[in-house]
């Protein structure tokens, strides 16, 4: 049961008595524990809930249309806690933090709630029957995995967890039931690469059209490693060896399937210095939230854009910067100048940041701390504003990972800063605006 928190005023609920502070015990003689229980249950057009109201046990039917809302609110958005990670990754990023961030950076959750509802990565190994037996049920889907291998005891290992290994064979129940699925796959140099790739992609690409996506990342390594298992970051050589062998394969499956399913992180190809694929590569950008694609989307959107564009106002030129990560500098760089040998009063510079925070082998924007911001841009010519990726920020979009606001870092350089959206439209939009 859970405790509501509050019932909107005028709703479904509140014109049928329900009260704050009342126990939701059943919807139709099921259990509710948490949020998927709750948005499963009240889709019928004919509700019954049974409300715990002090010594009481009471219910309350509810005759609606089929998927409306009934007005309760609670505490949290799952209606209970997240659920924490049981493993120990040997490549875990959060492990790899300093001491001294803000708490809520340490929690490592692994919540297939979560997976459904925001598109987090889940392991698999904090689930029991029932909530495999829920997520088939309840045909949750799509659901994003951690898959990083399919090979039972290189999984158990990486996820330091004896009860990691089954990770495929739940994966084989969720395709025979129709539950859809992406995949990534944290690579990690000398481990999971290689011939354990290989048997990975061949494994899941057997479970196609149900994993309809996998993304091949690299293994994010920062100079906080001591005592954690030892792991190098790839060479060059050694990134387009992974392109090879990932596109190689992925042809495979496009002829035999009609689709890749496996494509690599964008790191592998700034890294490799290898081109992009086109766009129609990446078919429809499955994977882009999770760096692939990105940098191709936006160079594709900005071409677009950027025909549009006239000739500034020569009575108003425009004076800005940008500043992104290692990883994006290039494509950026290449981006304004082709503006600038557009608009010839634009005058942009763009900065590369690196990150000393998390080191030299981090190279993406949203990594990069407000505090490195301020000491590799202080005293720069930054102009009447500085563009940001938006990345940068958390999801509030109101601190970057140090801690730092937007408002210090406007004070301490003393400029006004914009956050830009990995949108290549926006981008010229908003480098060309002059109000």
Known sequence: MVRIHEVQSGSLADRHGVKRGDLLVRINGKDINDVLDYRYYITEPRIRLLIHRGPELFDVVIRKPRYDDIGLEFET???????????????????????????????????????????????????????????????????????????????????????AGSCYETMKRFAEAGIEMHGQIVLCRGVNDGSALLRTMQDLAALHPAVSSVSIVPAGITKYREKLYPLTPFSPEECRDVIAQ???????????????IFFCGDEFYIKGKVRFPGESYYEGY?????????????????????????????????????????????????????????????????????????????TVAGLITGKDLYHQLVGKDLGDVLFLPSAMLRHERDRFLDDVTPKWLENKLNTRIVFLDNDGYAFVEQILAQS
């Open 286 to 362: 499955p994977q882009i939230e999770n760096g692939v694609g990105m940098i191709r989307s936006m160079a594709d959107e900005f071409s677009q854009a950027i025909k549009t564009v006239e000739e500034l106002d020569p009575h108003r030129p425009r004076h800005c910067s940008v500043a992104t990560g290692v990883a994006a500098y290039g494509v950026i760089r290449r981006m304004v100048e082709e503006m600038k040998g557009r608009c010839y009063n634009l005058n942009c510079e763009v900065y590369e940041i690196k990150n000393e925070f998390f080191g030299e082998n981090i």
């Open 77 to 163: 958005f799952l209606m209970d806690e997240k659920r924490a990670c049981r493993n120990k990754c040997i490549f875990c990023f959060i492990d790899q933090l300093p001491e001294g961030m803000r708490e809520p950076l340490y929690f490592k959750d692994d919540d297939s709630r979560l997976s459904f509802l925001m598109g987090n990565y889940i392991t698999l190994t904090n689930m029991d029957e029932h909530d495999i037996s829920r997520i088939i049920e309840m045909k949750m889907s799509p659901i994003n995995i951690s898959v990083h291998t399919t090979d039972p005891d290189l999984r158990c290992k990486m996820l330091n967890n004896r009860f």
């Open 246 to 260: 990932v596109e190689g394969f992925a042809e495979e499956c496009f002829s035999r399937y009609g689709s890749r």
